[in-house]
């Protein structure tokens, strides 16, 4: 095979994990890859195990067994810092922005594990503000009195302070308006075409295959169909479960 042809390696790839809760196994296996500049979308109904997934990809959670690289090196054993500093940040569920503090200050602390310098720091903030312009007026604001979408802003724009190669996040839509999701909709696509990857957790399935290159489908701690976003959208069986057709 030439090199033009070479398959472009994944960044994250994860096989046969499985993971519990102390003695409640949720994953049974869960095998993923996600390569450069891709946006993947996780479906499944409530309980199957996304978030799980999501907390074990940044290190919330532990491996019970499987394999989870990052670049091709095991990853199981590294911190949720360590991962944040190697490229993975992660949106959680709810948003949790810091509360008291100023969207500007929760930007800043997005860049906590970064080394790359204050001037780097303040463009990429420049950098969010152009993203999202609604988090330019709400600088100065306390980020927990936004409204829902414009946390769900800060809350992204502050994990991509992080500088990703990867960005998890979960439940993108959840509570907000119609409008809200199509805008954030096309700012993600901005976000995978200056080259991170996304990972997103989203209830609504219509939309997430509309944003997403390829998608997974999990039920009950299973991976049991991947595919293009395009084949999962005409798949009978995501149709009749989560498409309502
Ligand atoms: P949802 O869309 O409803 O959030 P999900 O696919 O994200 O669902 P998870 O939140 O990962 O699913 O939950 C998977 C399973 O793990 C569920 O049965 C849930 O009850 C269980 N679970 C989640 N958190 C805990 C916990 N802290 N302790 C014990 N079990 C948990």
Known sequence: MSAAHKPIPPLLSVSSLEV????????????????PGEIVCLIGSNGA???????????????????????????????PSERVARGIAHVPEGRRLFAGLSVYDNLLLGA????????AIQRDIERMYELFPRLVERRRQDATTLSGGEQQMCA???GLMASPKLLLIDELSLGLAPKVVDELVQTLGRVRDAG????????????ALELADRGYVIDQGRTVAEGLASAL???????????GA
Do not use: F
């Open 20 to 35: 519990a809760y102390g003695d409640v196994q949720v994953l049974w296996d869960v095998s993923l890859d996600i390569r």
């Open 233 to 243: 959208q005409n798949n009978p069986t995501v149709r009749a479960a989560y498409l």
């Open 49 to 79: 195990g996304k978030t799980t997934l999501l907390r074990t990809l940044s290190g919330l959670m532990p491996v019970q067994s499987g394999t989870l690289q990052w670049g091709g090196q095991d990853a199981r054993s590294w911190s």
């Open 112 to 119: 906590y594990s970064r080394t790359d310098g204050r001037a």
């Open 156 to 158: 992204i724009a502050r």
């Open 196 to 207: 991170t990857s996304l990972l997103i957790v989203e209830q609504d399935v219509a939309t």
